[in-house]
């Protein structure tokens, strides 16, 4: 049973930061394109950073320069490292394994910026 647990989330001032764990059970990250989505409420769940199996990233433009995506081979877990954080940032943050034998999708984890 795959499965996919994301942590790290939670209320932060506007240009603080966090860092989003994705551990991963079932699967092996670095077999598979991994991916950071989110979605705020009322609008459709976009992705925000992607990390495929040779570690080429790949970042939506309005987190160019900010936010960081990470790979640990050894925890089996990829990270989200999200610096100058913007109250636009506010969303449920999803983590998203991607392979021959199917997608798959954690639970989410609320990320809140507001002073």
């Known amino acids: 049973q795959v499965q996919l647990v994301e942590s790290g989330g939670g209320l932060v001032q506007p240009g603080g930061s966090l860092r989003l764990s994705c551990t991963a059970s079932?699967?092996?990250?670095?077999?598979?394109?991994m991916a950071w989505y989110r979605q705020a409420p009322g609008k459709q769940r976009d992705m925000v950073a992607a990390i495929t199996t040779s570690g080429l990233t790949n970042y939506a433009d309005s987190v160019k320069g900010r936010f960081t995506i990470s790979r640990d081979n050894a925890k089996n877990t990829v990270y989200l490292q999200m610096n100058s954080l913007k109250p636009e940032d506010t969303a449920v943050y999803y983590c998203?394994?991607?392979?021959?034998?199917?997608?798959?999708w954690g639970q989410g984890t609320q990320v809140t910026v507001s002073s």
């Open positions: 079932g699967i092996i990250v670095r077999t598979k394109a």
């Open positions: 998203n394994a991607r392979g021959i034998m199917g997608e798959y």
